[in-house]
């Protein structure tokens, strides 16, 4: 069985950074792309961003590039989220996930099979 755990949550004042982790067992991710979402309280949860199996292809959402860079580390079967520059409408909580499908690279929601918990994000104005 697989199991996704975010760590690095927590309670940051705007302008500032925190950098997620999200560490899997179960299942070997270098053969996987893996994805970061949130959900804002009252809101669909959203994709933030994705990285492809060997880590050489990054997506985006918009309101998220040049701010948060998604990594992974294979040998430790970690994908980490850093996010700079943090905004009040950034608090959600964030969930990582992993693709269904080996080798294959998307934000669309339905095409993750296995998620984590989810870690809070708090940005204080």
Same mark, same amino acid.
């Given at each position: =069985?697989?199991?996704?755990?975010?760590?690095?949550?927590?309670?940051? =004042?705007?302008?500032?950074?925190?950098?997620?982790?999200?560490?899997? #067992?179960?299942?070997?991710? #270098? %053969?996987?792309?893996?994805?970061? +979402?949130?959900?804002?309280?009252?809101?669909?949860r959203e994709f933030v961003?994705?990285?492809? @199996?060997?880590?050489?292809?990054?997506?985006?959402?918009? #309101?998220?590039?040049?701010? +948060?860079?998604?990594?992974?580390? %294979?040998?430790?079967?970690?994908?980490?989220?850093?996010? %700079?520059?943090?905004?009040?409408?950034?608090?959600a909580v964030y969930y990582?996930?992993s693709v269904s499908e080996? +080798?294959?690279?998307?934000?669309?929601?339905?095409?993750?099979?296995? @998620?984590?918990?989810?870690? =809070?994000?708090?940005?204080?104005?």
């Amino acid at each position: =069985q697989v199991h996704l755990v975010e760590s690095g949550g927590g309670l940051v =004042q705007a302008g500032g950074s925190l950098r997620l982790s999200c560490a899997a #067992s179960g299942r070997t991710i #270098s %053969n996987y792309a893996m994805g970061w +979402f949130r959900q804002a309280p009252g809101k669909e949860r959203e994709f933030v961003a994705a990285i492809s @199996w060997g880590g050489g292809t990054t997506n985006y959402a918009d #309101s998220m590039k040049g701010r +948060f860079t998604i990594s992974r580390d %294979n040998a430790k079967n970690t994908v980490y989220l850093q996010m %700079n520059s943090l905004k009040p409408e950034d608090t959600a909580v964030y969930y990582c996930a992993s693709v269904s499908e080996r +080798f294959r690279l998307t934000m669309n929601i339905l095409d993750y099979d296995y @998620w984590g918990q989810g870690t =809070q994000v708090t940005v204080s104005s």
